[in-house]
């Protein structure tokens, strides 16, 4: 099992910013993809971006397109996720996921609460 650790939430006004960082325990070996989810209240765990590792592809919710960016350190296994022009419909708890082999690993999340 890999350790997942979110960092970054907080709380910002409507057209903000913010990135999210996401911290592996070790390298992963025979990952295959790794995304951000979020929670909003009374909501189901919703995917909000992914990045498939052996394409080096992307995949993002359409409520997110050119407004949120996922990127990965390499090295680390790292993973981040640049919020733009953040709206009140992006309050939620955002988890980290990392799949690899047959885990399927989660972070405990971080709030992230966009209001003036």
């Known amino acids: 099992q890999v350790q997942l650790v979110e960092s970054g939430g907080g709380l910002v006004q409507p057209g903000g910013s913010l990135r999210l960082s996401c911290a592996a325990s070790r390298r992963i070996f025979g990952l295959y993809a790794m995304g951000w989810y979020r929670q909003a209240p009374g909501k189901e765990r919703e995917l909000v971006a992914v990045?498939?590792?052996?394409?080096?592809?992307?995949t993002y919710a359409d409520s997110v397109k050119g407004r949120f960016a996922v990127s990965r350190d390499n090295a680390k296994d790292n993973m981040y996720l640049q919020m733009n022009n953040l709206q009140p419909e992006d309050t939620a708890v955002y988890y980290c996921?990392?799949?690899?082999?047959?885990?399927?690993?989660w972070g405990k999340g971080t709030l992230v609460t966009v209001s003036s």
């Open positions: 996921n990392a799949r690899y082999g047959v885990m399927d690993d």
């Open positions: 990045i498939h590792i052996s394409s080096d592809t992307t």
